[in-house]
């Protein structure tokens, strides 16, 4: 009788150990929302851990595209503005950060080049700015003339409103218009 209760009380502790086996499985973890978000507050929480998270999320291509697409609609909001004014060496690393992709990346650097010219194209302040950019800096001015060629081409009534403007602040940008012309003749 004393074996019989031990062999059962043996193989119900070896059972007890086996039953409580852990076994993590991170798509069930990840599954429930309470689990993410005390997982994510766990990894925000910890800088390290937040960084070696950004650091994996870098090494992914599609992580990357996600980031950088976030990265974009932040800019587009004014939530970087906002949070880059609050802190001066946040975005000091913001502009190394973006000049080091954008020497990687040519397309990158071309479609944020776009974007910023058809943001600076919206306002009259920002024309005026670039306008004055493009006068002071003859790289930019050989690679801006075929675009703003183009872009006039195309919208006739906008090169149109922007001859009267200039005329009637600068009439003698007027006269040395007509004689470039008559120069190109």
Do not use: W
């Amino acid at each position: 009788m004393k074996t019989i209760v031990k062999t059962l009380m043996i193989i119900g502790a070896v059972g007890t150990l086996f039953s409580c086996k852990s076994a993590f499985n991170a798509t069930e973890t990840m599954g429930a929302q309470a689990n993410r978000n005390a997982v994510y507050q766990e990894i925000i929480a910890n800088p390290s851990q937040l960084s070696e998270f950004i650091d994996l999320a870098q090494q992914d291509a599609g992580a990357r595209k996600i980031i950088m697409q976030n990265h974009m609609q932040m800019m587009e909001t004014g939530n970087m503005k906002m949070m880059m004014e609050k802190n001066p060496e946040m975005k000091e690393k913001m502009q190394s950060h973006m000049q080091m992709m954008m020497e990687k990346n040519p397309e990158m650097m071309q479609k944020m080049q776009s974007k910023m010219l058809d943001k600076m194209m919206e306002s009259e302040k920002g024309r005026k700015m670039l306008m004055d950019e493009i006068h002071n800096n003859e790289m930019m001015k050989k690679e801006m003339k075929p675009k703003m060629m183009e872009m006039m081409n195309d919208n006739p009534e906008m090169m149109e409103e922007m001859m009267q403007k200039m005329i009637e602040k600068n009439p003698e940008m007027m006269k040395k218009m007509k004689g470039k012309m008559k120069n190109e003749e």
